[in-house]
């Protein structure tokens, strides 16, 4: 009984071209390689996402809370058409990057997850995965949302996409922006970067082992500092206990006055 009814419970994916492994040099001088990763990888990636579903900053811990459920999906055989790509150094994972196919014309971006800031490394892993709709899925575009400002700024900005707000995207939220095909090849030159085939001894490490991210981003201190500045009631109260359980004086600074209109 049980089988016959994962049957149904189980959608069937549809045949897809696997996205062929490539690498690149980034500004530091490091070999970023982008991958796609198979269901039984997944494990080994959850440990690491999961630690930032409790960080604050930049909606980390949203985006993070989704990605978790996605992979965890697609790992349970419980969403259709999904894939997943990894960007590595030297084995150590970096970004996560998701999608999949709504259609044979119409591709879904769900997320983008930087585990490493300051190199690009989710700018680069965003563009291979627009590459993947466009030139081995062949799709005419993909739907697009952003849930921060640098999301916003990194996609709906910088690849300048169009909108397609009476297409509500399955992430909910705002309404859709597209990345069409034409906006694809005018941004390619300057947005999409890498080489193929990978060394043998690159694609190697990369597949030995998901290593963890070696400088993630971290929750604060104070679960509220995040979104709460030390000078409000809140922030002040926070600050006056972490004081009094280390033994310091009882002193807060007093929020400053603000400033009369004029």
């Known amino acids: 009984m049980s089988t016959d009814l994962e049957k149904i419970l189980r959608p069937v994916d549809n045949p897809a071209p696997i996205f062929p492994p490539k690498y690149m040099t980034l500004a530091g001088g490091e070999t970023l390689v982008i991958r796609q990763v198979d269901r039984d990888e997944i494990p080994d990636i959850l440990p690491h996402v999961e630690p930032l579903i409790h960080v604050e900053r930049d909606f980390y811990d949203i985006v993070a809370a989704r990605v978790y459920a996605e992979l965890l999906g697609y790992y349970r055989y419980r969403v259709q058409d999904e894939y997943v790509l990894v960007a590595q150094l030297d084995g150590e994972l970096c970004a996560v990057v998701n999608g999949r196919r709504f259609n044979p014309e119409?591709?879904?971006?769900l997320h983008t997850l930087s585990?490493?800031?300051g190199l690009r490394v989710g700018a680069h892993a965003f563009a291979?995965?627009?590459e993947y709709h466009f030139d081995y899925l062949k799709q005419k575009e993909v739907l697009i949302v952003a849930e921060s400002p640098i999301g916003f700024r990194r996609w709906m900005i910088e690849y300048k996409l169009e909108k397609r707000f009476e297409t509500p995207h399955e992430l909910g939220g705002v309404p859709s922006f597209a990345l069409t095909r034409e906006i694809f090849e005018r941004v390619r030159p300057t947005l999409l970067t890498g080489h193929r085939p990978v060394p043998a001894n690159l694609l190697a490490k990369a597949k030995a082992k998901i290593m963890p991210p070696s400088d993630p981003p971290k929750p604060p201190m104070d679960l509220m500092a995040a979104t709460r500045s030390q000078s409000d009631n809140t922030g002040s109260a926070?600050?006056?206990?972490?004081?009094?359980?280390?033994g310091q004086p009882k002193a807060v600074a007093?929020?400053?006055k603000a400033a009369a209109r004029r």
């Not at 119409?106 to 971006?109: E, H, I, L, N, R």
């Open 238 to 246: 926070l600050l006056l206990q972490r004081q009094v359980l280390g």
């Open 115 to 117: 585990l490493r800031r």
């Open 128 to 130: 291979a995965k627009m």
């Open 106 to 109: 119409v591709g879904v971006s």
């Open 254 to 256: 007093k929020p400053k």
